[in-house]
């Protein structure tokens, strides 16, 4: 069994979670459980900054009584050990302060020294450590290199192996370092963009008609300057893109040229231009993952006239490109889309008209136990114009 420390917005984490490994179920506000023992690339999942193995389950949330079975454990798992130990420890949700978390280790390190084990210690600036700050120093990446993960649940708290975090540095680099960038259609950001490729292919190899297939084929049908197509090309997938507009057909291909000569893969890749209203896309799709029109951004939430004029604009946008997808989808072909919500002073959302009505697109929802899929939303706080991730399926 695994346990995810999930991202900023847990709902979306969770549901990525679901949808890629199935058994899922919540521990805390800001965890989930994985029920597999499967071996897990956590740099192919968007929404989790962290990921165990999980090793103790204690029935106390007490953290004198947690942090001595952590000791008592490690004491004895790593007695003998050869050659140095570097460790970190990462405490979620309890009371106890950085210096409180590193006397554990520094016990720890005392006890491994009277049993011939050296033990290298990274030390707390916080109760847990930064993902930048595990990351840097390999945690989780060999057997001598370990962070412990001490999460605290309602009654229960786990202990965890690290089996890595997630790799902003790659991600940023991702990001800024392509050859082409245009602010002015947006900036998908590429954990986001994970994390709509896993929702979107899900538990696609076992219930697509191209499950078999060497490689699943992702369209894109608003491929903007391709961050979508780059991640999915990264997890290995066949990707297609089209764009309304030549300059982002260009700027796409160049991004993923870029992208295969600096990860020297291989890459089966196809960008062309079309309009997603009526583009007649090639056979085979396997998914379709997407972030459609989303409007003209805002600085400050748009008038009431501003609003219904942006609102009606992508609602015909985005209805007409589903009912001219859904005529050529086979049934069952997931599309995950990220569509416009606006915010207003009070935090509360404008949805588009569509989200409630998917069913006469020729669509249905995916449904998911662990969230309402009916609710996710992704923005940052400063946002006015957020994203709401449609999970559907072709009736």
Known sequence: MHIALLGRQPELSIAELERVFGDVSWFSSQTALIKSDDPINIQALGGSQKIGRVTLQLDTTDWRRVSDALVKHYSKAWANAPGKITVGISAYDFTANSREVQRVGLILKSKLKSNNASLRLVPNQEAALSTATSHHNKLGLSENKVELLIFKGR??????????????????????????????????????????????????????????????????????????????????????????????????????????????????????????????????ISAVASEAYLGQPFSAPPSPSK??????????????????????????????????????SYGSFTRLPLAQKVENYGFERIELTTVDTKELLYFRPDQVVARELLLLVKK
């Open 155 to 284: 009654r229960q708290t786990i202990v965890a192996e690290s089996i890595g975090a997630q790799n902003i540095t790659a991600l940023a680099a991702r990001d800024q370092g392509r050859p082409r960038r245009d602010a002015f259609v947006g900036m998908l950001p590429p954990k986001l963009a994970q994390i709509m490729i896993n929702l979107a292919i899900g538990d696609l190899r076992s219930s697509h008609p191209q499950a078999n297939a060497e490689r699943l084929r992702i369209l894109d049908p608003f491929c903007g300057t391709g961050v979508l197509l780059q991640e999915a090309a990264l997890m290995g997938h066949a990707v297609y893109g089209t764009d309304l507009a030549e300059k982002m057909v260009r700027f796409s291909q160049d991004n993923l040229k870029w992208l295969q000569e600096t990860y020297n893969i291989d890459m089966d890749m196809q960008v062309d231009e079309g309009d997603a209203m009526d583009t007649r896309w090639k056979a085979p």
């Open 307 to 344: 609003l219904t004029e942006v609102r009606g604009n992508c609602n015909h946008i985005i209805g007409t490109f589903l009912k001219n997808i859904a005529s050529q989808l086979e049934p069952g072909t997931p599309v995950v889309l990220a569509i416009p919500a606006w915010k207003d």
